[in-house]
């Protein structure tokens, strides 16, 4: 059930809600935060599932739905909720810092973003642990863009359960769909495209500040998406 004031754009603290995908992800993140600076060796050495810059304030979780809508539970708590992955995926746990008003979520090229609450001072940044699980990414991939308000069935679902805690080191408790291993994996041709592509690509002018937040995050740049398809120009 979504929350009574999902038209002021503050998601539900307990879902489900639709969370709005473009380039096989949607972000959460605090306010100018930039996003992950990663390339093909991080990608590699990954989890597959959620990719987060060096301050810990922009996590880009992969999705398999191209574009379109993914259906997601918040879950916030004040304390770490017991681990269980029976029924999902892949399930990672990552520290974020964010205040307790909470990230925005979603998909920042479009806007189309909402924002979770966490607990306490809204002004207070403090750490917090999420562990992220998700379904149907390879379902949702071989389906490509899926939008519900078009009729289309929405094939993936995450949970992401939230609680205040010391940053501490990711835990993947488990990696078990397609979506995720090709991510994690690539052949010696593509990678060797995909370095080269990554050399030409820091030789270009710099991303202004004011738009970094809202760059997509292809760390395989013109390489392969988590679908096997090729990243749109």
């Keep these: 059930m979504v929350s009574e004031v999902e038209d002021r754009g503050v998601m539900a603290v307990q879902g489900p809600g639709r969370v709005r995908v473009s380039h096989h992800q949607y ?3 605090d306010t100018d935060a930039e996003a992950p600076d990663q390339d093909i060796d991080d990608r590699l050495e990954g989890n597959g599932l959620v990719r987060v810059n060096d301050e810990s304030t922009y996590a880009s979780v992969l999705t398999g739905t191209s574009y379109g809508d993914v259906d997601v539970v918040f879950d916030v708590t004040g304390v770490e909720p017991p681990l269980n992955c029976e029924g999902w995926d892949e399930v990672v746990e990552v520290s974020l810092y964010f205040p307790a ?11 189309d973003l909402d924002e979770v609450p966490l607990l306490g001072d809204p002004e207070e940044h403090q750490w ?25 069935t929405v094939l993936e679902e995450q949970l992401v ?26 052949d010696t041709d593509r990678y060797a495209e995909t370095k080269a592509a990554e050399t030409d690509h820091a030789a270009l002018p710099p991303t202004p500040d004011q738009y970094k937040h809202l760059t997509p995050q292809y760390t395989e740049l013109n390489a392969d998406t ?4 090729d990243s749109p120009a």
């Design 27 to 29: 972000v959460m993140f």
């Design 101 to 111: 008003e909470g990230p925005l979520v979603g998909d920042p090229l479009s806007d």
């Design 128 to 152: 917090w642990r999420f562990r992220i699980h998700a379904r149907g990414r390879d379902a949702a991939a071989a389906a490509g863009d899926i939008y519900a308000d078009e009729g289309d």
């Design 161 to 186: 359960q939230i609680w205040a805690a010391p940053r501490t080191a990711e835990i993947r408790h488990r990696l078990t769909d397609q979506a995720g291993r090709r991510s994690r994996t690539a």
């Design 226 to 229: 988590p679908d096997g398809t």
